[in-house]
């Protein structure tokens, strides 16, 4: 199923300060199934463009391959775009901004394409401190590939098979705290009152920002001891024997103060605990912030909110003393200034 909008918009919308109305930031229907939290999360990055006052054309999105990194085509339809080979973004949008360090890149992944066969490229480029926002639809299984468990599945926790995952899981924020990253968060896609102000806190951080969303799957992570998703509808599936129909749920949404600890019931009748930071820690220090995320992962429990800012990092550009003209920009003049200027550079090197 998919998820259609109506073609009538009222004519007098909301207008942001360029004149854009929120329509201007949205993309083609989802394809997704109804109700999966990646297009919650699709429609907290076009509320956070529209109220940034972002122009559409000066974004460029990036995705590997899964369900997550279908959702570019679904935000910004006017705005630059490229899916790239599965766990392979990184690369795709180093060489991009390396081409125009102007844009806003927005890179959306999965919890497969980043923490499985990306890892290698994800943590490198937080090293590198490459400007741009990176976007994890964390669902904590594969959702292309019939629901296996991804490697940030909780450990315990179990399956569609009904297998509990014997391993350890990767935490995205904490190993992106630890490799340097300047800005790390986590949201939940049905808070959409936390999730678009992080949003729009990351595209206004100047280097690597990282965005972990929990994303409940409503497909396939589908048993109440799965931590990240739910199950839909047990007894269908028996009647059915199959999962190309999808039925409709309501979006689970949820609202909680800072500081509390919120406990969500999905479909299914299984709990997720959420805790929102109340800024009792030091999101400056990076121990501080990693005691805060282990503690409440030794409670069970979900740190959501700002986990970690360092304004002080030099961005990719500035460690490799780029030029300041964009790459796309520069002319024959600039790339080969003739051969005075090359014997004086050679000069140097004798």
Not at 179 to 191: E, H, I, N, Q
Not at 199 to 206: C, E, Q, S
Not at 286 to 310: D, P, Y
Request: hydrophobic share 35%; charged share 20%; net charge neutral.
């Amino acid at each position: 199923m998919s998820s259609r909008r109506p073609v009538f918009r009222h004519p007098n919308l909301p207008k942001n300060d360029l004149g854009y109305t929120r329509r201007d930031y949205e993309g083609l229907d989802s394809t997704l199934c109804a109700g999966c939290g990646h297009d919650s999360i699709t429609n907290a990055i076009i509320q956070a463009c529209f109220e940034l006052s972002i122009e559409p054309h000066r974004v460029a999105k990036l995705s590997g391959i899964g369900c997550s990194s279908k959702s570019p085509a679904y935000f910004l339809g006017k705005s630059h775009g490229i899916n790239a080979v599965h766990g392979r973004m990184p690369s795709v949008a180093t060489g991009a901004n390396m081409a125009n360090k102007d844009l806003l890149y927005i890179g959306v992944s999965g919890d497969g394409d980043t923490a499985s066969i990306g890892m290698g490229q994800f943590v490198h480029i937080v090293r590198r401190n490459l400007n741009m926002v990176y976007i994890v639809m964390n669902n904590g299984c594969y959702g292309l590939t019939k629901g296996q468990d991804s490697a940030t599945a909780d450990k315990g926790s179990s399956s569609r098979k009904g297998r509990p995952n014997p391993f350890e899981a990767i935490d995205l924020c904490e190993t992106a705290v630890q490799t340097g990253a300047g800005f790390v968060a986590r949201g939940f896609s049905g808070d959409k009152e936390q999730l678009v102000p992080l949003l729009k806190a990351a595209m206004g951080h100047r280097g690597f920002a990282l965005v972990d969303v929990i994303s409940p799957c409503v497909t396939f992570n589908n048993t109440p001891a799965s931590t990240k998703s739910y199950h839909w509808a047990r007894d269908h599936m028996e009647a059915t024997a199959t999962f190309d129909f999808i039925p409709s749920r309501q979006e689970i949404t949820t609202d909680y103060v800072e500081g509390a600890t919120q406990n969500v019931t999905l479909h299914d009748g299984s709990v997720i605990r959420l805790h929102k930071t109340d800024n009792s820690f030091d999101v400056t220090q990076r121990w501080s912030s990693l005691e805060a995320m282990e503690q409440c992962r030794e409670k069970g429990q979900i740190l959501t909110g700002i986990l970690h800012v360092n304004e002080t990092l030099k961005d990719t550009h500035d460690i490799l003393e780029t030029t300041d003209k964009p790459l796309n920009t520069l002319t024959e003049k600039d790339l080969c200034p003739g051969n005075q200027v090359l014997t004086k550079i050679s000069e140097n090197y004798r």
